[in-house]
């Protein structure tokens, strides 16, 4: 993922604000019914998907239009695996598997040449979530000849274990894979988040107690550092330059999302440890800086929404907490008395929020508003989607494993050969300038001056 300072484009919100909004339609939805809420879904879920042109004629398969970036693809797909386990609805399918498999690279790990230069540890991981819950949700698998969701999976684990680095902090991933990428000198949360998540949930669908092993020395190592306080406050990153000695404390869905979820993912692994209980406990009343008081209890970005300061990646952020607050309720049934009343609040204030454009039903950011905010983009639609359908957690089975219904074949070889810079894009390699280097410096530099200057994001 970018930057999470870029600047947003101003001016083109402003501009969106000036569009005609039809506020005659909505998404219509009846939270206590589920062919309501499948109905709203399908909706949405058209909307998202229209956002992907990846499958026809001149356009690259797997991707995104500019300026939306490859990671986000990817977490595209996984909400579309996510939206047929929910719903039965199969015509998404087809375009889900070409797109995936499409950027799984020479190496089946999801390090594609083309997009090497600028992919980090985050956004390769949310592929591998994708291609993990298509195992552990059932979703049709691939072509035999082709590879398959669960060794996919395993081979992004491989190869981010082996990027586990002493040299700075005591450990943890850095954001970025290759030292010429900026952010390289960062240690961000959602890249060590991800892994995380991603060991818990290969642990517990496969069994194998070396990924349970590593889910936990990523809590302990993050637990030790200004990432994770005592009170549950999750930081979204911190610099090797400084020892990862502070960190940002900026607050964002996703991040806590990720790591709620590995910790119940941990806790249903281990048969109820108490604690990975007190560690879910602990995130989810942490989540509550998303659902303040004034918004009835309806889920907002707080670093960025209220001040119209995100960016193309950050609307898509509430999507991901959506669905992981929803397998939590799942992994750990005492949480649901919890979880659901936020997500049904939330789903009734993104549908009334999906009432723009021509059609009435473009879904806009600002879910604690009854009128459309002139906002737009696959991140709005996917976390429309997500939140809707996360309210049928209910009326669906939990993620399977492979002693209990899962299919997917393995490899858990896979991925172990490392990284090798030269598998970059001969063409992209070239044009890595004296440029990249200095920006990666500072980046570096930025990253400092945002330690000290977001201070005031403390909750």
């Known amino acids: 993922m970018r930057p999470i300072w870029k600047p947003s484009n101003l001016l083109g919100q402003v501009g969106l604000l000036a569009l005609g909004m039809n506020t005659a339609q909505a998404v219509q939805i009846d939270i206590n019914s589920p062919d309501s809420v499948k109905s709203a879904a399908k909706t949405v879920?058209?909307?998202?998907?229209?956002?992907?042109?990846?499958?026809?004629?001149?356009?690259?398969?797997?991707l995104l239009p500019l300026p939306y970036y490859w990671w986000e693809a990817g977490a595209l797909f996984g909400l579309a695996v996510e939206y047929w386990y929910y719903t039965g609805d199969t015509q998404y399918n087809d375009q889900v598997t070409q797109g995936l498999l499409a950027q799984v690279g020479p190496n089946n790990d999801f390090m594609p040449p083309n997009q090497t230069k600028t992919e980090g540890n985050d956004d390769q991981v949310f592929w591998a979530f994708a291609a993990l819950s298509a195992a552990e949700l059932g979703f049709p698998n691939p072509p035999s000849n082709q590879p398959q969701w669960l060794a996919l999976?395993?081979?992004?684990?491989?190869?981010?274990?082996?990027?586990?680095?002493?040299s700075s902090c005591g450990g943890g991933l850095r954001w970025q894979i290759f030292p010429f990428n900026a952010g390289y000198d960062y240690k961000n949360t959602i890249s060590n988040g991800g892994f995380f998540q991603l060991a818990a949930r290969l642990a517990r669908y496969t069994g194998n107690t070396t990924y349970a092993d590593w889910a936990n020395k990523m809590?302990?190592?993050?637990?030790?550092?200004?990432?994770?306080?005592?009170e549950f406050v999750i930081?979204?990153?911190?610099?090797?330059?400084?020892?990862?000695?502070?960190?940002?404390?900026?607050?964002?869905?996703?991040?806590?999302?990720?790591?709620?979820?590995?910790?119940?993912?941990?806790?249903?692994?281990?048969?109820?440890?108490?604690?990975?209980?007190?560690?879910?406990?602990?995130?989810?009343?942490?989540?509550?800086?998303?659902?303040?008081?004034?918004?009835?209890?309806?889920?907002?970005?707080?670093?960025?929404?209220?001040?119209?300061?995100?960016?193309?990646?950050?609307?898509?952020?509430?999507?991901?907490l959506s669905r992981w607050m929803a397998v939590t309720s799942q992994l750990v049934p005492s949480t649901a008395s919890i979880i659901m009343p936020k997500l049904q609040a939330s789903a009734k204030g993104a549908a009334q929020q999906c009432s723009g454009g021509d059609s009435g039903t473009t879904c806009g950011r600002r879910?604690?508003?009854?009128?459309?905010?002139?906002?737009?983009?696959?991140?709005?639609?996917?976390?429309?989607?997500?939140?809707?359908?996360?309210?049928?957690?209910?009326?669906?089975?939990?993620?399977?494993?492979?002693?209990?219904?899962?299919?997917?074949?393995?490899?858990?070889?896979?991925?172990?050969?490392?990284?090798?810079?030269?598998?970059?894009?001969?063409?992209?390699?070239?044009?890595?300038?004296?440029?990249?280097?200095?920006?990666?410096?500072?980046?570096?530099?930025?990253?400092?001056?945002?330690?000290?200057?977001?201070?005031?994001?403390?909750?």
């Open 235 to 320: 930081n979204d990153g911190s610099a090797t330059a400084k020892n990862c000695s502070d960190a940002s404390q900026l607050q964002w869905t996703y991040n806590y999302g990720t790591f709620l979820s590995g910790a119940a993912y941990m806790y249903n692994y281990t048969n109820g440890d108490q604690k990975w209980l007190h560690r879910v406990e602990g995130i989810l009343n942490g989540t509550n800086v998303f659902f303040p008081a004034e918004n009835n209890g309806v889920m907002e970005e707080v670093a960025c929404e209220t001040g119209q300061t995100c960016d193309n990646d950050q609307p898509s952020f509430k999507a991901y």
């Open 153 to 166: 999976a395993q081979a992004v684990f491989n190869l981010q274990a082996n990027r586990w680095d002493t």
């Open 45 to 62: 879920a058209g909307g998202m998907m229209g956002w992907y042109t990846g499958y026809q004629p001149g356009q690259t398969v797997g």
């Open 367 to 459: 879910w604690y508003q009854s009128t459309y905010d002139g906002q737009k983009g696959p991140g709005e639609e996917m976390s429309a989607l997500s939140i809707i359908q996360a309210n049928l957690i209910q009326h669906v089975p939990p993620p399977v494993t492979g002693n209990s219904g899962g299919t997917s074949k393995g490899d858990p070889t896979a991925g172990s050969g490392g990284d090798n810079p030269s598998t970059v894009n001969p063409e992209l390699a070239s044009k890595i300038t004296i440029g990249d280097r200095v920006g990666a410096g500072i980046l570096t530099t930025l990253v400092l001056a945002l330690l000290v200057g977001t201070c005031w994001w403390m909750i």
């Open 219 to 230: 809590y302990d190592w993050f637990e030790s550092t200004p990432l994770l306080t005592s």
